[in-house]
């Protein structure tokens, strides 16, 4: 179960402290839990986990390649090994040994991919994972979840951890708002329906989730009640709830920190278009490259905010009625 407390308010943890609050919690319960890091322990938040488990703890230097190889050797000899770093080397740079080295291999491999889209603000394009979802979603039986808040991110970690297979999350590394009482409960697969409603039916994941949430708010004063929807688990996807979304507002929309091809929009795209048609707006990166700014600027550069939500409810209605 889950309870949501958002109020606007930025959560007093960063997500990375959340990860390794996680990890720890995790390692003192399971001695197959490792972490393979790529020289960014301070950046990952990891430290404290190396200091607590030096053993469990392995440093592969900048090859981030080889590290994916070094935890599907590790995956093979029954550990857990979660591998850490910058959500573009976590999957462009390494693609071709999760694919082939994980996936193929029918491995054990968690992979996490920090400072997922517009929240590498200031280390730009280069640091920018417009694509991450996309190209991992191609990899047969990998599970891709996108925590909202500290606590969906501790939840989601110990559910990766205890499910056999590999998992990919992605994530903000620094604060967010709190949106989950603590205590509340997550699984691979599932969603979390925040408000309810009938009028449009709003579609969201990691840092869009309190932009979706500001929107219905936003449409609320207009006299227009929005469904939202933590859809933080984006394959597998949680298609009763996406069904039930569509069944009952008949209007969509689908705001996601990603490109919109591939990611959380495609998939429900995908998944509507087969099961029950309705119309579906997008709130998401327009097939662009990422740029260096602050992640205000950066919402308003590609959109990503509750205004725009706003507007594509109002489409997704609009062509509803016609």
Known sequence: ?????????MSGREMRAAYCGALLKLGQEKTEIMTVDVDC????????????????????GIQEANAVGIAAGLSLEGMIPFFNTFGVFATRRAYDQIF??????????????WDAGITAA?????HMPFEDVGIMRNIPFMSILEPADPVAMEQLVAEAAG??????????????????????????????????GTDVGIIASGIMVPEALK??????????????????SIKPLDEQCLLESAELTKALVVAQNHNY?????????????????????????EDRFGEVGSEEYLKERFSLHA???VKKAKAAMKRKRK
């Open 41 to 60: 322990m301070h950046s990952m938040g990891t430290k404290p986990f190396a200091d607590a488990f030096p053993h469990r703890y392995i440093n592969c």
């Open 307 to 309: 205004v725009e939500i």
């Open 1 to 9: 179960m889950y309870k949501c407390i958002w109020d606007g308010r």
């Open 261 to 285: 091809i591939g990611g959380l929009y495609s998939a429900a795209a995908e998944f509507t278009a087969q099961n029950y048609p309705v119309p579906i707006e997008r709130v998401c990166v």
């Open 163 to 196: 499910h056999y297979g590999n998992v990919y999350i992605r994530s903000a590394r620094k604060r967010v708002p709190d949106i989950y009482e603590s205590g509340s409960s997550f699984q691979i697969g599932g969603s979390a329906v925040l408000c309810e």
């Open 122 to 126: 200031s280390n730009g394009g280069t």
């Open 100 to 113: 082939l080295s994980c996936g193929y291999a029918g491995l054990n491999v968690k992979l996490v991919g």
């Open 215 to 232: 929107a219905a708010g936003m449409l609320r004063k207009e006299g227009i009640v929005a469904r939202v929807v933590d859809m933080y």
